[in-house]
């Protein structure tokens, strides 16, 4: 079978799963994802709806502290002077804010995000290059930071933003509120270090690797995806990537 074709079938399937009945209904449901556009809508739509009505809030898969494997970093930490500052003054400075549909948006530096009780699990980090590795994340739980800053009930999305403009991305209140879900600060028992997002990344273990952004500076709750960026709800699915991409 030719490539084109098999393809073909494949969207002329999901097209015809995705009946307008049915799409009215998953809209409802809140499980159209926010790259639910152009050739890919009925996959990537049929995926998201599939994750959420299967899986629910099933934990990512945990290991034991012996199947800790040596981290692989995607590229080495920033080299830009404001980042290169922050790493000189161990990131004192850093600030990450939470904004947007919250009641008390808050500006967090990483000491008091430290001093906060810490959640922590031993997962992989899998890339959707093909390579992963286990390790044992620790971070403050992202529920327990959007529920002192007063996580409005329109809220649907929560975006995340980077010291890298050209990432981005957001997840759904479902995988946001997850427990397994970390602002993560410490990576196999020390500081996370800068190679993996130091001094704060996102940690979502049931998400593939791209989803866990580095070098977090913003947290905004949102109710409308399409005002960040090209409106297909992360830098990823600008770049051909699929926006929920759990695994
Ligand atoms: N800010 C930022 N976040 C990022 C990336 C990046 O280059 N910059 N790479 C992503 C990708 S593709 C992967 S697989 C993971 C890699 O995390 P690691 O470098 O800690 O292994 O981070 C993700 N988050
Ligand atoms: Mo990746």
């Given amino acids: 079978m030719q ?15 995705a009946t307008p009945a049915a799409a009215t209904l998953a809209a409802r449901q809140g499980l159209i994802p926010p790259d639910a556009v152009g050739p890919f809508a009925p996959g990537n739509a049929l995926n998201y ?11 990512a898969r945990q290991f034991r502290r012996d199947q800790i494997t040596k981290p692989f970093a995607n590229g080495p930490a920033p080299d830009d002077p404001a980042y290169v500052a922050h790493r000189a003054a161990a990131f004192t400075d850093w600030r990450l804010e939470i904004t947007g549909l919250v009641t008390r948006p808050v500006s967090l530096s990483v000491a ?9 699990h ?4 899998t890339c959707e290059e093909g390579w992963s590795y286990i390790a044992e994340w620790a971070g403050v739980p992202l529920a327990a930071l ?15 933003h980077c010291h890298q403009p050209d990432w981005w991305d957001s997840l759904d209140l479902a995988e946001a509120l997850h427990p397994q879900t970390l602002i993560a ?4 028992g020390a500081a996370l270090p800068p190679d ?27 109710n409308n995806l ?3 960026g090209q409106g297909l709800g992360s830098a990823s699915p600008e770049a051909g990537y699929a926006w929920h991409a759990a695994i």
């Fill in 3 to 17: 490539p084109l074709t098999r393809r073909r079938l494949i969207l002329a399937g999901a097209a015809a799963v």
């Fill in 122 to 125: 031993i997962t992989s980090l």
């Fill in 49 to 59: 709806a599939a994750h959420r009505v299967l899986t629910g809030d099933a934990p």
């Fill in 112 to 120: 008091g995000l430290a001093a906060r009780p810490a959640s922590s």
């Fill in 196 to 222: 993996h997002g130091g001094p704060l990344r996102l940690r979502v273990p049931r998400q593939l690797g791209y989803k866990n952004l580095k070098y977090l500076t913003r947290i905004t709750a949102t």
């Fill in 146 to 160: 959007l529920e002192d800053a007063g996580l409005s009930p329109e809220a649907t999305h929560i975006v995340f």
């Fill in 226 to 228: 399409k005002q960040f």
């Fill in 185 to 188: 600060h410490g990576m196999n």
